[in-house]
């Protein structure tokens, strides 16, 4: 008789084992970098150096209302930019995941395809379009709808269209998986039923995609407060957000850790912001029952 031997279950130790390089990747890169930052920001440096010490100087320096204002108006920029990719990728994300049929996969395909060139190509692409003798011009002109060229770039316009066009994908594709997860039979149920189309909307859509809504909103949300690079380039230095002025200290000449202190205070409002919004979303799409 022979005997056969099962082949033994991996033990628990195994999976992380292939977890381990990518934990300790976040660990060196992120979270201990994250802690020097923390710890600067609190730092009395000297002129030539020297720490002296623990203080508290830095951080209410930027509790002012000037730093407010600027912290404000990255979160407002944040907040416009995570609502207008909301109202246009739940269409999207609809068309994809329940008209799209058979390409689906092709729509996905041109969704992500802007991701394969380079940031910049994006950025000069919309130079053309909203400069003065470009394409949104030039048409406006030729059906008379305007007679001078319009200044578009260098304004909150430009940043707005822009962070809407390089952000909006990372709205789609969470919103897109749980539209390909929900159940459309409970929608035939609840119009037979007698109710409305918004209100199957509203009671049953909305709430069994708010984990995808969640993931895409905070997905654009946060990147959006610290982003520097578009407002920079479609803003022209005409408006300060939080990521200008993180770099203006970080930048400069011996004012690191001041650079450091800003950025523990953002992202402090970040937190209570995000909080905040989380519990909104919450509120608003789900209804009074299900709370």
């Not at 030539?48 to 407010?68: D, N, S």
């Not at 909203?130 to 008379?144: A, D, P, Q, V």
């Not at 149920?189 to 905070?218: C, E, H, K, N, V």
């Amino acid at each position: 008789m022979k005997i056969k031997f099962l082949p033994k279950p991996p033990s628990s130790e195994f999976p992380f084992t292939f977890g381990a390089p990518a934990i300790v990747w976040q660990v060196l890169f992120f979270y201990f970098p994250l802690l020097i930052i923390v710890v600067t920001s609190f730092l009395n440096i000297s002129e030539w150096g020297e720490i002296q010490g623990l203080t508290v100087k830095k951080i209410t320096l930027f509790l002012t209302p000037t730093y407010m204002r600027v912290i404000f108006s990255s979160m407002l920029l944040g907040v416009s930019n995570a609502f207008i990719c909301l109202l246009i990728a739940y269409p999207l994300a609809y068309f994809m995941a329940i008209r799209g049929k058979k390409y689906k996969n092709l729509l996905l395909f041109l969704l992500i395809i802007p991701f394969w060139t380079n940031f910049l190509l994006h950025v000069y692409a919309w130079f053309f379009v909203l400069e003065r003798e470009g394409f949104i011009n030039t048409l406006l002109m030729k059906i008379g709808m305007i007679q001078e060229p319009i200044h578009f770039l260098n304004s909150i316009f430009a940043i707005m269209v822009m962070m809407v066009y390089y952000y909006l994908p990372f709205m789609v594709l969470p919103i897109y998986s749980s539209l390909e997860r929900f159940d459309y039979k409970l929608i035939e149920a609840s119009l037979d039923l007698g109710a409305s189309w918004f209100q199957t909307f509203r009671r049953i859509m909305l709430p069994l995609t708010l984990g995808g809504i969640r993931a895409g909103f905070f997905l654009v949300y946060i990147p959006s407060f610290g982003e520097f690079a578009i407002p920079e380039l479609m803003g022209g230095d005409k408006h300060m957000f939080v990521g200008s002025v993180v770099s203006h200290y970080i930048l400069g000449d011996q004012t690191g850790s001041l650079g450091a202190a800003f950025t523990v205070v953002a992202c402090l409002c970040l937190l209570l912001s995000a909080a905040g919004l989380f519990y909104l979303l919450n509120k608003i799409i789900l209804p009074k029952n299900a709370k």
